[in-house]
């Protein structure tokens, strides 16, 4: 079994600041990508940073320049620092990891997502 728990979301105005983290627990072999969707209300999920196990990172055109995508391998945890925050950044975050069990098979495993909430 394998459970990420996302924490960090909430309400900020706009140009402000938050930080987001995505803890993955359980019966982990490796972790290969991970990173964060979002999806608004009425709207499609959309990739919003990815970073790979060797540091390489994604990011969508909306927040490159503003967002930073990290992990920390130690821990199993991804976290997004998202700078400059506008109202069209609202939207519920998703982690989503690429995991391989122990048990030798890969996966793809999902949070239960953090709402973010830009506006004065």
């Known amino acids: 079994q394998v459970q990420l728990v996302e924490s960090g979301g909430g309400l900020v105005q706009p140009g402000g600041s938050l930080r987001l983290s995505c803890a993955a627990s359980?019966?982990?072999?490796?972790?290969?990508?991970m990173g964060w969707y979002r999806q608004a209300p009425g709207k499609q999920r959309e990739l919003v940073a990815d970073?790979?196990?060797?540091?390489?990172?994604t990011y969508a055109d909306s927040v490159k320049g503003r967002f930073t995508v990290s992990r920390d391998n130690a821990k199993n945890t991804v976290y997004l620092q998202m700078n400059s925050l506008k109202p069209e950044d609202t939207a519920v975050y998703y982690c989503?990891?690429?995991?391989?069990?122990?048990?030798?098979?890969?996966?793809?495993?999902w949070g239960q997502g953090t709402q973010v909430t830009v506006s004065s």
């Open positions: 359980g019966s982990i072999f490796s972790i290969r990508d």
């Open positions: 989503n990891c690429r995991i391989r069990t122990t048990s030798m098979y890969t996966f793809d495993y």
């Open positions: 970073i790979m196990s060797g540091g390489y990172t």
